[in-house]
């Protein structure tokens, strides 16, 4: 399976369906768009989402936002070290149906690439899962603050790999 670009907007909202079904659960004041799904005012912004289909249904997506700088992120206050232009992983949502089989991963790479192609100065995510941190650690992330309470509430790990020299 690949990760695919998602442009349009049926499957922007097949991916907020994905992100509400998989978070609502988990995080207390997820508000659903009445419809079963979730989005933010990130998604509006300087945003790419991937997606990763099975067949013709999308199974994993996720995002990677971009900010001039810190000030204007999610979790901005967890990286007083940084400066300079910031992308922002976030919104990793796997079906449980396909959970194990290295979706992460997959839209981990592609985030990153675009990533390295737009240039930010630093690259930016934030998660409790223990694997998760692992997985970004191994993709070139080091932890930089650990249980902070993240913009949803949860204490989690801020993660940031420098992609350029401020």
């Known amino acids: 399976m690949n990760a695919v670009r998602l442009t349009t907007e049926d499957q922007l909202q097949e991916s907020f369906r994905l992100r509400y079904g998989g978070w609502?659960?988990?995080?207390?004041?997820?508000?659903?768009?009445?419809?079963?799904?979730?989005s933010d005012q990130i998604d509006l912004s300087d945003t790419v989402h991937f997606g990763v289909f099975d067949q013709?249904?999308?199974?994993?997506?996720?995002?990677?936002s971009f900010h001039a700088s810190?000030?204007?992120?999610?979790?901005?206050h967890m990286f007083d070290e940084i400066s300079?232009?910031?992308?922002?992983?976030?919104?990793l949502v796997v079906h449980p149906?396909?959970?194990?089989?290295?979706?992460?991963?997959?839209?981990?790479?592609?985030?990153?690439?675009?990533?390295?192609?737009?240039?930010?100065?630093?690259?930016c995510a934030v998660?409790?899962?223990?694997?998760?941190?692992?997985?970004?650690?191994?993709?070139?992330?080091?932890?930089?603050?650990n249980g902070m309470l993240a913009d949803?509430?949860?204490?989690?790990?801020?993660?940031?790999?420098k992609l350029a020299d401020t």
Do not use: Y
Not at 24 to 38: E, K
Not at 152 to 161: D, E, K, N, S
């Open 24 to 38: 609502c659960d988990r995080i207390s004041g997820v508000q659903g768009m009445g419809d079963n799904t979730w």
């Open 70 to 76: 810190k000030l204007d992120t999610p979790n901005g």
């Open 97 to 123: 149906s396909v959970r194990g089989q290295g979706l992460p991963g997959i839209l981990d790479q592609a985030r990153i690439e675009e990533a390295i192609e737009r240039k930010p100065a630093n690259l």
């Open 56 to 64: 013709q249904t999308l199974v994993a997506s996720a995002r990677i």
């Open 127 to 145: 998660s409790s899962n223990q694997r998760r941190i692992s997985a970004l650690k191994d993709a070139g992330f080091e932890v930089v603050r």
């Open 84 to 91: 300079g232009s910031v992308g922002v992983l976030s919104r």
């Open 152 to 161: 949803h509430g949860i204490p989690v790990a801020a993660l940031l790999r």
